[in-house]
């Protein structure tokens, strides 16, 4: 069932926005009003009404800031950030929006606006990589100037958010706990693709290793306490990660494909999808037709529009070729620390994440979330607080004895 928007995805990704309310991120009447404003399946219409209340937002926090209310300048700044994250998302794609860009750049400005007045600021980060650097947060739990190391997290994103985003959907969550939070976008997130052109990797743990570099060379990890979490397509990254990256203490999953080949190919008719790599020429080129029809489509089209923009291919047999480096198979046995699973039921991009439990050969836990649980939704979105529960709870018992 839907909420507010009759399209599943519109009010998955609507419910997304306002799953952000407990962390700072979302006000619900801002939220269910911009999506009552979204009469119909249109992302023009979407960017641009999302667009208006993050203008909006963004406008009181100014208001605000000079009125000397830093408590409303900093909460209105954060909100902005979500909303100008949430407009640009259906424009995803390639070539790239001139909008996107614009409302991308915005989300990173008003967070940072309002990061800069939390109690304790993160501090901007540019970890090295490759020639380059990746964008990243560290923030600190606890007061400022206390040094006394403590656990932190690693968060790793999917395909669609920005490390930005990851202050409301784990940071908060892991800082009210006690842990340090170190977020990053990694290629083909974040403005890693949009502003550099870097598309996604199968191979995290080359990703991961410079991060990890960066948090134990801090005096405040503990780096025998490190934990890396990975949500929505982080979900098979972060286990990719832990296989190559022995230093992590603790590894999660939140709701990731175990195969990305199989999940993209679950998703198409049977009859098509038996031809694949090599079959009949005439089957094949009619599946090459059809993915071409849906990638026009404003709702059912988007999920492959942004795939094959942050894989950096042209056409979708490319992506379905390629979504065959991403994968665990054959690679459980070399993830050597406690790692714990997670999807929704009824979830279809982790259908198989309990196969990855069941592959593997360090200690594990696997959790389905449901209705008995009130949680529903990719990620957990309508009950990151009880996702939130039931980690933090498994993780507090692993790293006890560190």
């Not at 940072?112 to 600190?140: D, K």
Request: glycine fraction near 8%; aromatic fraction near 10%.
């Amino acid at each position: 069932m839907t909420l507010v928007l009759h399209d599943d995805l519109f009010d998955a990704q609507f419910v997304r926005a306002l799953a952000y309310t407990r962390s700072g991120g979302a006000e619900i009447g801002e939220c269910v009003e911009t999506a009552r404003r979204i009469t119909k399946t249109d992302g023009e219409l979407w960017y641009r009404e999302w667009l208006a209340t993050a203008e909006r937002a963004e406008q009181a926090a100014v208001a605000s800031t000079a009125a000397g209310d830093s408590v409303s300048a900093r909460d209105a700044y954060l909100r902005a950030s979500n909303y100008y994250r949430t407009a640009g998302l259906f424009l995803m794609g390639t070539p790239v929006d001139d909008r996107l860009r614009s409302s991308a750049h915005k989300q990173t400005e008003t967070f940072r606006a309002g990061a800069a007045l939390l109690a304790s600021p993160p501090e901007i980060l540019g970890i090295p990589y490759e020639g380059t650097t990746l964008p990243g947060y560290f923030f600190r739990a606890g007061d400022a100037g206390d040094d006394t190391p403590r656990p932190t997290v690693i968060l790793t994103n999917g395909y669609d958010g920005t490390v930005e985003e990851l202050y409301f959907a784990n940071a908060v969550a892991a800082l009210e706990r006690g842990y340090h939070v170190l977020a990053f976008d990694g290629p083909g997130q974040g403005s890693v693709i949009l502003d550099q052109g870097i598309p996604f990797r199968p191979d995290w743990e080359n990703v991961v290793s410079p991060v990890v570099d960066v948090a134990v060379a801090r005096p405040e990890v503990d780096a025998e306490r490190l934990v890396l979490i990975g949500w929505s397509f982080g979900g098979y990254t972060a286990p990719r990660a832990a296989s190559g990256e022995h230093r992590l203490a603790a590894c999660v999953a939140d709701s990731g494909p175990y195969d990305l080949y199989d999940t993209v190919i679950a998703r198409m008719p049977g009859v098509l999808a038996h031809q694949l790599p090599d079959g009949n020429r005439l089957m094949l080129s009619v599946l090459e037709k059809a993915l071409e029809s849906t990638m026009r489509k404003p709702s059912a089209g988007w999920a492959l529009r942004r795939n094959l923009w942050v894989h950096g291919v042209d056409d979708p047999m490319a992506y379905v070729e390629l979504a065959r480096e991403y994968s665990m198979k054959g690679r459980e046995h070399l993830v050597r620390c406690p790692t714990f699973v997670c999807r929704t039921a009824g979830d279809d991009i982790s259908a198989d994440a309990r196969k990855l439990t069941e592959h593997l050969t360090c200690p594990t836990e696997f959790v389905e979330f449901g209705h008995d649980d009130d949680v529903t939704g990719h990620c957990e979105m309508t009950g990151r607080a009880v996702f939130h529960q039931r980690l933090y709870r498994w993780l507090d018992g692993v790293l006890a004895g560190r």
